[in-house]
């Protein structure tokens, strides 16, 4: 299987405050293609800066990445642009839909500056919103639909461009837990589908839907085994898996 | 992408009419101003060009200065027909013009009157509308007949036609009654027309045309001219021709070191206008640029407002792909379109202003499409220039900062 994320001893530094805040501590990471992996972490473990890092939004101080095998590390800010729109879909915990723009155009707006044209970026919008059930909302705005609807929405959106990987930030954080198990299976469908995703959550049944759990505390990762999935075995890269206090909401 | 952006732009102005209006405000005020104020400078001009037409580039007018003048420096009959005898003269007209009352049933206005004998329709075109001109006999006469000023007569009568009309006119004590014989325009009547009054605070005066010598007559006895028309042989020389009959006139009276002559031709007269029209849109242009750059500086302001409160939306659109290109270039036309449309509003209001003004001073207002194109050039470089500021500003924000932001 090909890798679509590949991280090797990557430490992220902040030093905008006084004292510098180590928030990765020497992480090694791998996501193949067609992986579905969780995140957990309580606040303040640095899985922000990871899915940060991951989302090209911010670049490590050191260490080495490579998203669908290109290394990030001397990329242009427009370089990073041009990828996150190319190989990242982004589903974010208070959905950041563009509130002036109907369903429909909130869609089509990664392929705006993919620079397709009108006709085929809305026909691909309107299929993709299609596929999660909000067809017949496409005109409508996004404060005129509830949480569940923006939210397959942004599902629509991070996945309209067919990227490489759906990065998934805290996606059930703002909804209802009937509309939180539609989204879900809305993700896992599309992973079943062949589209590598990870998830970030605090929410142990949240990260249950996942074929692999990572678990993050002070900048470092460790992976859990999957009770669901007794048969993957134990991954000793990252070391002893035994974690069992984890922040369960 | 430049059609998106030009929606987005678009849905955004829409969004805060109010403040996208007030933001336009100077940018309207700036090509406004311009817009009217050479209307109504290229429409005088025109006006003066097509009035002074009639007058001819060869002739040239002298007066002796009212104010210095004195009874033995006033140009008389030996003096025309001294100057009639230089070479370089082709032709001499003299002419008396005064001021007076008109006297119709109990009403009195302010007169002008111009004493003219047969030359003067060769200097000064005068059109018959109605009635009829004089005839030479009656121009080399003192007979009491009068034309009547196209713009006078509608004063005098309104839309009735005056002609046979028997009016009483007074100058200094004298009192004269004289007959309306006909309507007739001539190449000094719009341009009299456009100064609403005589700066007195008085209204513009009723002006009539009689025989040079029933006007010399109303003025005093004697014959004693206030203006001369003299048209050169070549009009090339209308220069040298003016300063030969000043030499001459200055010769017989022997006043040479008073300077009492005035000489005046069409092209004198028309540098003057320019000089005047040129005055005014300098200044109106200056006003007008202060108030754009003011409009700039205010675009520049709510651009800034509009990156802040939409911080948020430009880490959504870098997250998804945006480059600072896309971001600035989404700025940039944001504030171009509200200075081009503040441009389209200045124009429109600008055309309706001079066609009024145009109207009120009596003449035909004109813009032309090249100045209409290049204040909208103008106004959009406004917003082109005060917009890179904030557009630079959004497009440099983080994403994760921006994205934070609530």
Same mark, same amino acid.
């Given at each position: 299987?090909?890798?679509?994320?590949?991280?090797?001893?990557?430490?992220?530094?902040?030093?905008?405050?006084?004292?510098?805040?180590?928030?990765?501590?020497?992480?090694?990471?791998?996501?193949?293609?067609?992986?579905?992996?969780?995140?957990?972490?309580?606040?303040?473990?640095?899985?922000?800066?990871?899915?940060?890092?991951?989302?090209?939004?911010?670049?490590?101080?050191?260490?080495?990445?490579?998203?669908?095998?290109?290394?990030?590390?001397?990329?242009?800010?427009?370089?990073?642009?041009?990828?996150?729109?190319?190989?990242?879909?982004?589903?974010?915990?208070?959905?950041?839909?563009?509130?002036?723009?109907?369903?429909?155009?909130?869609?089509?707006?990664?392929?705006?500056?993919?620079?397709?044209?009108?006709?085929?970026?809305?026909?691909?919008?309107?299929?993709?919103?299609?596929?999660?059930?909000?067809? *017949?909302?496409?005109?409508? &705005?996004?404060?005129?639909? @509830?949480?569940? #609807? +923006?939210? %397959?929405?942004?599902?629509?959106?991070?996945?309209?461009?067919?990227?490489?990987?759906?990065?998934?930030?805290?996606?059930?954080?703002?909804?209802?837990?009937?509309?939180?198990?539609?989204?879900?299976?809305?993700?896992?469908?599309?992973?079943?589908?062949?589209?590598?995703?990870?998830?970030?959550?605090?929410?142990?049944?949240?990260?249950?839907?996942?074929? *692999?759990?990572?678990?993050? &505390?002070?900048?470092?990762? @460790?992976?859990? #085994? +999957?009770? %669901?999935?007794?048969?993957?075995?134990?991954?000793?890269?990252?070391?002893?898996?035994?974690?069992?206090?984890?922040?369960?909401? | 992408?430049?059609?998106?952006?030009?929606?987005?732009?678009?849905?955004?102005?829409?969004?805060?009419?109010?403040?996208?209006?007030?933001?336009?405000?100077?940018?309207?005020?700036?090509?406004?101003?311009?817009?009217?104020?050479?209307?109504?400078?290229?429409?005088?001009?025109?006006?003066?060009?097509?009035?002074?037409?009639?007058?001819?580039?060869?002739?040239?007018?002298?007066?002796?200065?009212?104010?210095?003048?004195?009874?033995?420096?006033?140009?008389?009959?030996?003096?025309?027909?001294?100057?009639?005898?230089?070479?370089?003269?082709?032709?001499?007209?003299?002419?008396?013009?005064?001021?007076?009352?008109?006297?119709?049933?109990?009403?009195?206005?302010?007169?002008?009157?111009?004493?003219?004998?047969?030359?003067?329709?060769?200097?000064?075109?005068?059109?018959?509308?109605?009635?009829?001109?004089?005839?030479?006999?009656?121009?080399?006469?003192?007979?009491?007949?009068?034309?009547?000023?196209?713009?006078?007569?509608?004063?005098?009568?309104?839309?009735?036609?005056?002609?046979?009309?028997?009016?009483?006119?007074?100058?200094?004590?004298?009192?004269?009654?004289?007959?309306?014989?006909?309507?007739?325009?001539?190449?000094?009547?719009?341009?009299?027309?456009?100064?609403?009054?005589?700066?007195?605070?008085?209204?513009?005066?009723?002006?009539?045309?009689?025989?040079?010598?029933?006007?010399?007559?109303?003025?005093?006895?004697?014959?004693?001219?206030?203006?001369?028309?003299?048209?050169?042989?070549?009009?090339?020389?209308?220069?040298?021709?003016?300063?030969?009959?000043?030499?001459?006139?200055?010769?017989?009276?022997?006043?040479?070191?008073?300077?009492?002559?005035?000489?005046?031709?069409?092209?004198?007269?028309?540098?003057?206008?320019?000089?005047?029209?040129?005055?005014?849109?300098?200044?109106?242009?200056?006003?007008?640029?202060?108030?754009?750059?003011?409009?700039?500086?205010?675009?520049?302001?709510?651009?800034?407002?509009?990156?802040?409160?939409?911080?948020?939306?430009?880490?959504?659109?870098?997250?998804?792909?945006?480059?600072?290109?896309?971001?600035?270039?989404?700025?940039?036309?944001?504030?171009?379109?509200?200075?081009?449309?503040?441009?389209?509003?200045?124009?429109?209001?600008?055309?309706?202003?001079?066609?009024?003004?145009?109207?009120?001073?009596?003449?035909?207002?004109?813009?032309?499409?090249?100045?209409?194109?290049?204040?909208?050039?103008?106004?959009?470089?406004?917003?082109?220039?005060?917009?890179?500021?904030?557009?630079?500003?959004?497009?440099?924000?983080?994403?994760?900062?921006?994205?934070?932001?609530?």
């Amino acid at each position: 299987m090909p890798t679509t994320i590949s991280m090797k001893q990557v430490n992220k530094i902040y030093t905008t405050g006084k004292i510098p805040f180590h928030a990765l501590k020497d992480v090694d990471f791998e996501v193949e293609q067609g992986d579905f992996v969780a995140i957990m972490g309580p606040s303040g473990s640095g899985k922000s800066t990871l899915m940060n890092i991951i989302g090209l939004l911010d670049v490590p101080s050191s260490g080495n990445y490579e998203l669908n095998g290109i290394d990030v590390k001397d990329l242009s800010d427009d370089d990073r642009a041009y990828l996150r729109n190319q190989e990242i879909g982004f589903v974010f915990q208070s959905f950041h839909l563009l509130p002036q723009l109907t369903l429909l155009e909130n869609v089509e707006l990664p392929l705006v500056y993919a620079a397709m044209p009108g006709r085929e970026r809305r026909e691909r919008a309107r299929i993709a919103l299609e596929e999660v059930g909000l067809a *017949r909302w496409q005109n409508h &705005r996004p404060l005129e639909v @509830s949480g569940g #609807q +923006m939210q %397959r929405t942004s599902i629509a959106r991070a996945l309209v461009s067919s990227p490489a990987l759906i990065l998934a930030d805290e996606p059930t954080g703002n909804i209802d837990s009937q509309a939180s198990s539609e989204i879900m299976k809305l993700i896992s469908a599309f992973n079943e589908r062949g589209t590598t995703v990870v998830l970030i959550t605090h929410e142990r049944d949240i990260a249950e839907y996942a074929s *692999r759990l990572i678990l993050i &505390r002070d900048g470092r990762l @460790s992976e859990e #085994q +999957m009770s %669901r999935h007794a048969d993957v075995g134990v991954d000793t890269r990252f070391g002893a898996p035994a974690i069992t206090e984890v922040n369960h909401v | 992408m430049f059609r998106e952006s030009m929606k987005m732009a678009w849905a955004s102005l829409l969004a805060n009419k109010m403040r996208s209006l007030l933001t336009m405000l100077g940018i309207i005020v700036g090509i406004g101003s311009v817009i009217a104020i050479v209307g109504v400078g290229d429409g005088a001009k025109n006006l003066i060009m097509d009035e002074f037409e009639g007058v001819g580039t060869s002739s040239v007018i002298i007066s002796a200065r009212s104010s210095e003048a004195e009874q033995q420096d006033m140009i008389t009959v030996v003096d025309i027909e001294e100057m009639r005898n230089l070479e370089s003269v082709r032709l001499v007209t003299p002419s008396v013009s005064g001021f007076g009352y008109i006297h119709q049933h109990t009403r009195e206005s302010n007169l002008m009157f111009y004493g003219v004998d047969q030359d003067y329709p060769q200097f000064i075109s005068m059109d018959i509308i109605s009635g009829r001109a004089f005839t030479p006999t009656e121009l080399a006469s003192r007979q009491p007949i009068a034309l009547i000023e196209r713009t006078s007569a509608e004063k005098l009568v309104g839309n009735s036609d005056p002609v046979g009309e028997i009016v009483e006119i007074s100058s200094g004590g004298r009192r004269q009654t004289v007959t309306i014989e006909g309507v007739v325009e001539t190449s000094a009547s719009s341009f009299m027309s456009m100064a609403p009054d005589t700066g007195n605070g008085e209204e513009m005066p009723i002006t009539l045309y009689i025989p040079l010598q029933a006007a010399q007559e109303l003025i005093s006895d004697r014959d004693y001219f206030s203006m001369i028309l003299v048209m050169s042989d070549n009009p090339n020389m209308v220069e040298e021709t003016g300063n030969q009959v000043i030499r001459l006139l200055e010769a017989n009276h022997n006043n040479s070191d008073k300077n009492i002559y005035n000489k005046r031709n069409v092209t004198d007269l028309l540098d003057q206008a320019n000089r005047i029209i040129g005055i005014v849109t300098t200044a109106i242009s200056a006003i007008a640029a202060l108030s754009l750059l003011v409009g700039g500086i205010g675009v520049m302001n709510i651009m800034l407002v509009s990156v802040t409160e939409r911080t948020k939306e430009i880490g959504i659109r870098k997250a998804l792909g945006a480059t600072t290109g896309d971001i600035m270039f989404q700025f940039m036309t944001e504030s171009v379109i509200v200075t081009f449309l503040g441009g389209v509003i200045g124009v429109v209001i600008g055309l309706v202003t001079s066609e009024l003004l145009g109207n009120l001073l009596g003449f035909e207002a004109k813009v032309g499409i090249t100045v209409i194109l290049v204040a909208l050039i103008f106004s959009s470089s406004v917003g082109l220039f005060f917009g890179i500021y904030p557009a630079r500003k959004a497009s440099l924000l983080h994403p994760i900062d921006a994205l934070r932001n609530e």
